[in-house]
């Protein structure tokens, strides 16, 4: 169960870049990895949308009971982190970089 919610959160990021995708913007190439922006006007609907998967899989973990509960416990904590850090980094962010 612990693994399905992360990978829940992984699918729910890809559906969330595949119906938000912005066709006008580039793909960035970094290290290996591709990323492809949204537009504009989706990326507060996109943002909470995520934040609600990254709730559902902490959520899951902490209630996971398979023995090793302080391990799914401390990957929730980071799921916390990650939303403090993201919401951080979308605060600093300029706006051209959004349109």
């Given amino acids: ?6 990978l829940d959160v992984e699918r729910a990021l890809n559906r969330i ?3 938000n995708t912005d066709p006008t913007a580039s793909k960035v190439r970094k290290r290996g990895d591709t990323f492809r922006a949204i537009t504009p006007a989706s990326t507060a609907k ?9 709730d559902e899989a902490a959520t899951v973990l902490l209630r996971s009971d398979q023995g ?4 799914f416990a401390q990957i929730a904590q980071a799921l916390d ?16 970089m959004f349109g």
């Fill in 17 to 19: 870049v595949a119906l």
């Fill in 46 to 54: 996109a943002k909470e949308t995520f934040r609600q998967a990254l």
């Fill in 81 to 96: 982190s990650n939303k403090i850090l993201l919401r951080a980094w979308f605060m600093r962010v300029p706006s051209y």
């Fill in 1 to 6: 169960m612990p693994l399905a919610a992360l």
């Fill in 68 to 71: 090793s509960g302080s391990h």
